[in-house]
């Protein structure tokens, strides 16, 4: 996941530290096709198997973090073309918005079952005997072996398996997956389907290879700032910790202002707004109107019940989501005013392509893209002095909302300040694989007025 400590989450900080420098300095803009070789210097590659295989993927990721597209591989072009088209105060995502790097990917095998070294030979063949399809023989030293041609995937000698010598090998992307969106290539790369994809990010946070990559916007963010316009951030209620263990909310605020933004607030005071106009539409809505009523404020959630269950779009929720109605708070203030959200995952970028957001919202930051413009202005935020003020004051309820089931339950908050007496059924879920499961027992009929919460992250 993001926040774990390792090579890859190393480099994604120091592309995005590298990408605010060049936005900072402005000028020439061609001083990129030096990033590489800054970020990888040296002779012999560390990581790959080529010191220039790693500085091509370098490349490919600094234009990815500026909102350009890969390049094509077969094609002879310059890390720095299209760059004029980018560096504006203003530029949406283009889809797709995440992307494979193909070079970068080790090409994993398709999901089938290994046996390991911890097979005992032992006499019993239990995973022999569990086979169905007789595609486990035994080798001369009595050890189990699967032939891959015979075996159908079902998993029954892994099971059978008294020394769990057996395990079940897939494609960490497509593990992470909810959506069975990821397939592969003629060259066993892998590959999206982006007409199942909702971006949910899982795939990129989770590929130990750092093969997938989403777009960015840091770069024209530092050119609104630059420019002098009002730019006001709105940032997710799971900042807690992501700054450092104990940083301040008036620490963050500190940095925020040396950076030159207007303005800092919370998304967690839309989220109120959230709760209010959800537990207003439930109450309205069930189970006279609809069986069942979902959250909307997660967008692969959202984006993946439509796709997936069309005939129950109507049962998502038509609130706007916190992001959105904390947008929409400060430009009715702030009349000429860029709005930059920040928060931990890649399907607020998604949600920010839609028109319909796109004059409330003007960029979307994940948290290590801050963090990159940070280190390019060397501010160190534990060591700030706290801003008196901090961040505005929002609810327990707001705040809850980056936890599992918190969404859910301010809405039932509400709901029980106004009618103490009714009781409402819940039910949540985290990870685009289980609120599948969700919405199919819905549909099934398990969840007829329930209020259910889905979350695209675990």
Same mark, same amino acid.
């Given at each position: ?36 070789y ?34 094509p ?37 398709p ?9 005992q ?6 995973c ?9 023989d035994?080798?001369?030293?009595g ?10 995937k ?22 992470a ?36 990559? &989403?777009k ?10 630059r420019?002098?316009?009002?730019v ?37 005071v839309?989220? &109120? ?57 400060i ?36 948290f ?18 706290e801003e ?6 929002a609810?327990?309820d ?8 918190g ?13 103490p ?11 685009l ?26």
């Open positions: 996941m993001r926040n774990f400590k390792c090579y890859i989450a190393d480099l994604r900080k120091r592309v995005f530290a590298e990408v605010a420098r060049l936005a900072y300095e402005g000028g020439d803009y061609r001083r990129m096709e030096k990033l590489p800054e970020i990888v210097p040296g002779e012999v590659g560390n990581q790959r198997s080529s010191i220039f295989l790693e500085r091509a993927i370098v490349g490919e990721r600094i234009r990815l973090a500026m909102g350009l597209p890969l390049r591989v077969a094609e002879h072009s310059l890390l720095s073309d299209g760059i004029e088209e980018s560096a504006v105060a203003e530029k949406y995502y283009d889809p797709p918005l995440v992307n494979i790097i193909k070079y970068a990917c080790n090409g994993c095998k999901t089938h079952y290994e046996v390991t070294n911890a097979c030979g032992c006499l019993s063949r239990h022999q005997n569990a086979c169905p399809k007789n595609a486990i035994i080798d001369r030293s050890h189990a072996c699967i032939d891959q041609s015979k075996c159908i079902c998993g029954k000698c892994k099971d059978a398996c008294s020394y769990q010598a057996i395990i079940k090998f897939t494609r960490p992307c497509q593990e997956c909810g959506m069975n969106a990821i397939g592969q290539d003629e060259y066993g790369h892998a590959c999206i389907d982006y007409d199942k994809c909702v971006s949910c990010g899982m795939c990129l946070v989770n590929c130990p290879f750092g093969a997938i990559v &989403d960015g916007q840091l770069f024209q963010l530092i050119h609104a700032i420019q002098g316009d009002e006001v951030a709105v940032i997710a209620p799971a900042f807690w910790g992501q700054f450092g263990d104990n940083v301040t909310p008036g620490q963050i605020k500190a940095a925020m202002q040396q950076l030159g933004f207007a303005a800092l607030e919370e998304v967690a839309g989220a &109120d707004l959230c709760a209010v106009e959800e537990a207003e539409e439930f109450l309205r809505m069930v189970p006279e109107k609809q069986p069942f009523m979902a959250t909307s404020c997660c967008p692969a959630w959202s984006s993946m019940a439509k796709k997936l269950y069309p005939e129950y779009r109507e049962c998502i929720s038509m609130a706007l989501t916190p992001m959105t109605l904390t947008a929409r708070l430009k009715e203030q702030h009349k000429n005013a860029k709005v930059v959200f920040i928060g931990p995952c890649a399907a607020k970028k998604l949600e920010a392509m839609r028109k319909s957001v796109r004059s409330e919202v003007d960029f979307v930051l994940t290590e893209e801050m963090m990159g413009i940070f280190e390019a202005k060397d501010i160190d935020v534990a060591s700030l002095t008196v003020e901090g961040i505005n004051d609810s327990e707001g705040r809850n909302f980056a936890v599992s089931g969404v859910a339950q301010s809405v039932v908050n509400v709901i029980q300040e106004r009618y007496e009714r009781e409402i059924k819940i039910a949540n879920a985290e990870g694989r289980d609120c599948r499961k969700l919405l199919m027992m819905a549909k099934a009929g398990k969840y007829n007025g329930y209020l259910l919460e889905g979350m695209g992250c675990p």
